[in-house]
């Protein structure tokens, strides 16, 4: 049976979080969503490993994952995951990577913090930044744990990510040099999706996948990852470096992305990369230097022989989606926050069991019952890939074409 999987969030030890990331909101969130299988985030942070053991017990012969105590919400599973943020200088350059550790256990969590709090202050933020090289954190997780799960994050994004526009790295071989064969699977990240990682010969290695890097529960699932094998840790680690048991992903639709496009926000500069080539890189309005996106960065590296809508040979697949709330924000005009908007989801959630099913299963007149039909309309336009969206840029999110939802364009 396929389940869908979310393992890269964060705790509210990680900054600009919101406090409302503690694992039993998380899980709640998590059966809202329609997630089997969640990463409890943070994982070298001393008091959130804390409130984990806290919270959290083993399942019962179910390989490395956890549930919360006392049967709250009995159906999602937690495995232990964290983001850790590497800042260095190679040959002459300053470097800035992100990473996605995924372990058997909290024990083997404990042995990884207690050598990277020899290097820098793991208390200081749930997302650690350390002066560490990442092929010597992969090292030492690898001497740790040989059977470790490293996962190079949203590997475009410009200023934090392996192969990003400031990272001076063109491939994974050239960041992790002789440990890239301990690395099996990458993160696209928000910004971009599968068919755009397919232009990219080097990556065809990689199993891809998809989470929501989510700063607050809600945003859990905005992307995921779908698999039809056991949610233990030695199964999904298998699936993921061989391909057995991944299905695929779900996808934000890469423009939603805060990095999709070229720009300079504080001008409101948004461009398409054969714009930013015409003014040599700089700001039309200010002259300083752009954000160079995601969208640019791959087409840079992409193979000349793998135009757009390349797809290579047995392609896992995919889903690209918007999240609930925002469909029903853009169909009634009001902010995704808004208690109207709390009110129509909660009914839609409780009708239907989750945000993923009403999103992919449901049939839009059921929705149209619950939600209207503007509701109706614009989850069938997302599940049908016919929405409009305007792209991100530069840190700011591409947001969705109102009008061209309504009209059915």
Not at 111 to 137: E, S, W
Request: aromatic share 8%; with cysteine.
């Amino acid at each position: 049976m396929e389940f869908c999987a979310d393992l890269h969030l964060h705790s509210h030890y990680s900054m600009a979080t919101s406090k409302d990331c503690i694992p039993p909101v998380l899980a709640q969130w998590a059966q809202r969503k329609g997630l089997k299988l969640i990463g409890t985030g943070d994982c070298t942070h001393p008091g959130w490993r804390q409130e984990l053991r806290n919270w959290l017990e083993p399942v019962p012969a179910e390989d490395g994952v956890y549930r919360l105590k006392d049967g709250l919400f009995p159906d999602v599973r937690l495995i232990v995951s964290g983001e850790i943020s590497t800042v260095f200088r190679r040959d002459g350059q300053t470097r800035k990577v992100h990473s996605i550790v995924i372990l058997p256990s909290l024990e083997t969590a404990d042995q990884i913090a207690d050598q990277l709090g020899r290097i820098g202050n793991i208390a200081a933020d749930g997302r650690p930044i350390l002066k560490l090289d990442c092929h010597d954190l992969l090292a030492i997780c690898l001497d740790v744990c040989p059977e470790v799960i490293f996962i190079p994050a949203h590997i475009w994004t410009p200023h934090y990510s392996v192969l990003g526009a400031f990272s001076h790295f063109d491939s994974m071989e050239e960041c992790f040099g002789d440990l890239t064969q301990h690395i099996f699977a990458a993160e696209t990240g928000l910004s971009s999706d599968p068919p755009m990682n397919w232009r990219v010969a080097t990556l065809d290695r990689f199993t891809l996948v998809s989470n929501s890097d989510a700063h607050s529960p809600r945003n859990l699932a905005r992307e995921a990852s779908i698999f039809a094998c056991d949610p233990g840790y030695r199964s999904l680690r298998n699936a993921l470096k061989t391909g057995d048991g991944f299905v695929g992903t779900i996808e934000f639709y890469p423009e939603e992305g805060k990095y999709h496009y070229d720009g300079h926000r504080k001008c409101g500069v948004a461009l398409h990369p054969r714009d930013t080539d015409k003014y040599s890189g700089l700001c039309p309005v200010c002259g300083h230097k752009l954000t160079v996106g995601v969208l640019h960065r791959v087409e840079s590296l992409a193979d000349p022989e793998r135009p757009s809508g390349f797809i290579p040979r047995n392609a896992p697949r995919f889903e690209r989606l918007v999240p609930l709330a925002d469909l029903l924000a853009a169909a009634l005009g009001i902010g995704a926050q808004s208690k109207k908007v709390t009110a129509l989801y909660d009914n839609l959630v409780q009708e239907f069991g989750s945000e993923l099913a009403i999103l992919r299963e449901v049939a839009p007149e059921d929705v149209k019952q619950i939600a209207g039909a503007a509701a109706a309309t614009v989850v069938a336009q997302s599940r049908a890939g016919k929405l409009e969206v305007t792209p991100g840029f530069d840190g700011q999110y591409g947001r969705i074409d109102v009008k061209s939802i309504k009209s059915g364009q």
